[in-house]
């Protein structure tokens, strides 16, 4: 008697694994699309306030041609929802052109009327720098990377680079001014930080933020080498009671060349 044959089994079709499909190539295809958007110029708008100078896009248009600039911004805004809803964002600027010599944390320093201060540091300042102590990956990370974009503005401010590029770094309260926003609304947080811990104390007239550089092991240094000293430099100050001037914003900008603090004019809504 023969065997009854087995039955054979058949791969469904449907729109199922055409999807997934799509999604796997659209997956692999952004990056490299979302990059090379980058460079297709494109239109400020409102909610871009003033773009950042370290910004990789281009700014301005492409074509006379408004439905072939606009399809073109339309697909710019596509890739950017896209990064920040899957955390594919990318910011070359965290990796080029170098690593910097210093990993460097804000401080928050209050001013007060009657000439006291009170200063308010970073969760993630290390107690003691010549051993710091790991920091566990997704707790608290929101709150790194939003220090992080501040911070790196000044990753590589130490007094010989500074004295070596005076023209770039003099340049330093312009960068200031593009990201105002994450200037002043953390140097706020520190302040409520501190008044909240605080209750009766009164409020500071001004709020100044300290960058403290701590000396990273460069690859040519012994493991047993003094560690350079580490240091401190402002980087901005934040008027709580609103601007000193019409036309200026509450923030200023340290310029580390002249060594002074520099009033920032408010820009105007394009």
């Known amino acids: 008697m023969k065997d009854a044959p087995l039955p054979t089994s058949h791969a469904k079709s449907g729109p199922l694994p055409w999807l997934v499909g799509l999604f796997a190539l659209w997956q692999v295809a952004f990056p490299v699309l979302a990059n090379l958007w980058e460079f297709v110029p494109r239109r400020v708008t409102p909610a871009d306030h003033y773009p950042e ?15 072939a600039q606009r399809a073109s911004e339309i697909a710019g805004d596509v890739f950017a929802f896209w990064g920040e809803v899957t955390g594919l964002k990318q910011g070359w600027n965290m990796f080029t052109p170098d690593f910097p010599p210093h990993t460097v944390v804000p401080v928050a320093e209050l001013h007060f009327a009657n000439g006291t201060t009170a200063r308010v540091a970073s969760r993630f300042a290390p107690a003691d720098p010549d051993r710091p102590q790991v920091r566990w990956p997704l707790v608290h990370d929101r709150e790194f990377n939003y220090e992080a974009n ?8 130490d007094e010989d680079t500074v004295r070596a590029k005076p023209d770039v770094w003099a340049k330093f309260p312009d960068r200031v001014r593009d990201n105002n926003e994450l200037f002043a609304h953390w140097l706020a947080w520190k302040m409520r930080t501190h008044l909240t811990a605080n209750p009766g104390a009164p409020e500071p007239v001004e709020v100044v933020m300290i960058f403290r550089y701590i000396p990273t092991r460069l690859p040519h240094e012994a493991a047993d080498a003094p560690r350079r000293p580490a240091f401190e430099r402002p980087a901005a100050k934040w008027y709580p009671g609103g601007p000193r001037a019409p036309g200026l914003l509450a923030l200023e900008g340290f310029d580390p060349v002249a060594k002074r603090f520099v009033p920032l004019k408010a820009v105007t809504q394009p």
């Open 150 to 157: 501040i911070t790196m503005l000044g990753w590589h401010a």
């Open 53 to 67: 100078l370290s910004n990789t896009q281009r700014w301005g248009t492409f074509t006379g041609i408004e439905p």
